[in-house]
């Protein structure tokens, strides 16, 4: 049978230094902390009694070694989708604050309109790849639970779509902590959100650097 149950992990933190906007540049990976966050993400799965039946990352390097503890953990190969990869921002590789919009005003422009966002991937962009992403993947895993590696908005956005909530938010209350797992289950009506964990909120990470 397909699977009923997906969770959804966020990566672990990332070794980022200068405080950038990393989006989707490459060989940002994941700090020391980063790599005993994803660890305890993969235990409290394990602790759970979660059967993974597959395991799915985002093409990015800090998902990819992410999933690489759960790998160890339950004997599973990750497999790479395109699908669940961050989206596209204008920002990348910048520090956003104020500072950087006084020295550069033009960078006003891409804040227009916080509803689509007008600075990157408008929103029902990224819930429309994340529910095609959820359905194949489920349709596709035997014998337990899938399991998918992937980022902050996209995870945040889809709850938000699923709990029929306004997609444009404010990113600063967004609930979805490194290495937090998101838990889905498939009903008759769809997917719905039946729980959530930060297990490695001990840790107190520094979360800087997602769009």
């Known amino acids: 049978m397909p699977a009923s149950r997906i969770h959804l992990v966020r990566h672990g933190e990332v070794h980022n230094p200068e405080g950038i906007l990393y989006g989707r540049l490459p060989h940002f990976r994941l700090s020391e902390r980063g790599h005993e966050m994803a ?3 993969a235990k409290e799965l394990k602790a759970r009694g979660v059967k993974v ?3 799915y990352a985002s093409p990015l390097l800090r998902t990819r070694e992410s999933a690489e503890h759960i790998q160890e953990l339950f004997g599973v190969e990750p497999v790479t989708d395109e699908r669940l990869i961050e989206p596209t921002n ?3 590789g910048r520090k956003l604050s104020a500072r950087t919009i006084a020295i ?3 960078l006003v422009y891409h804040l227009r309109n916080p509803n689509q966002p007008s600075w990157g991937e ?3 962009n ?13 349709a596709k895993t035997v014998g337990g639970d899938a399991v998918v590696v992937t980022h902050q908005l996209p995870i945040w956005i889809t709850h938000r ?5 306004r997609l444009a938010h404010n990113p600063s209350a967004r609930r979805c902590a490194l290495s937090s797992i998101t838990t889905f289950e498939k009903t008759a009506d769809g997917w719905v959100e039946i729980a959530y964990a930060n297990p ?10 997602a769009v």
């Open 200 to 209: 490695a909120e001990a840790l107190l990470a520094v979360d800087k650097g």
């Open 53 to 55: 039946g597959s395991l």
């Open 39 to 41: 660890a305890l993400a």
């Open 126 to 138: 990224i819930v429309a790849r994340m529910l095609e992403a959820m359905n194949d993947i489920a």
């Open 122 to 124: 408008p929103y029902v």
């Open 104 to 106: 550069r005003p033009h």
């Open 161 to 165: 779509h699923l709990a029929g909530e």
């Open 90 to 92: 204008i920002f990348e």
